[in-house]
């Protein structure tokens, strides 16, 4: 019977765990500052749904909508917020408004305030096997993992993707560990032969459910990144009706590494406050 990694649940209690950290920090706020760049509406949304989920738990949360900066003022703000000490966690909503520089904008950010893991010092570390922030997206992943009590080592992970926030960083992460990685943009076609292979896949392809249970071996670990919209719907890579029965655990879209991601960031701000007493 496959596993449905439930993130909705697993977020709750994430969440609840966040909650009694924050109460253990004894009189002492935690900061996350939120940026956003543009004038998209769902990016808009999705930011303002963050600091609501800070707020919620008792993290102290700004919100900084700049919908047309130039690179200097956009840099210019975060050293700002490096330097306020209400602040303990940045996070730069991606992707940024057009004519932006993203590797300028998130390097600019404190490797100890890199909540959501984006800066070149954090990816460095991730590559080294030291302790640091990971991007959301990747502790998602191991989170849902380990509450599931599914061990990623021993296993040949297949990674479909090339995003700077989530593959690129999931393969560096994966390389401390033991087991044996493949990488795999999506757009090579070759990937669909590369996960007939895999004990474990992790898709960014963002084509509905192009997946099949016919491209995948009985016993596969499923983690689903991917979302394609039609209309208000949304689907992932993988055709997860199908896969059931042949997959050992999946990640659903939705509700699976999507509800994680929120919560983790919150965790981060806390652990990030907690280092800076």
Known sequence: MTIILNGRETSAKVVEEVTSMIEELKGVTPGLALVLTGDDKFSERYVKLKKRKAEEVGIYAEFHHMEAPSQEELVNLIHDLNDNPKIHGI???LPLAEGLDELE??????????VDGLSPNTLGKIVMGEE???????????ELLKRYDLDPEGKHWVVVGSS?????PLVSYLGNLDVQVTFCKESDPAYKE???EADVISTEIFEKQVIKSDMLKD??????????YEGKKVFGDVDTDDVMGKAEAITPVPGGTGPMLISMLLRNTVRATKASQ
């Open 91 to 93: 996070m730069v909503q």
């Open 164 to 168: 700077n926030f989530l593959s690129k």
């Open 194 to 196: 590369l996960i007939k």
């Open 132 to 142: 640091t922030y990971l991007p959301a997206g990747v502790e998602a992943i191991m």
């Open 105 to 114: 904008t998130v390097n600019a950010i404190l490797p100890e305030k890199d």
């Open 219 to 228: 016993g596969v670990i499923v983690i689903d990144n991917g979302n394609a």
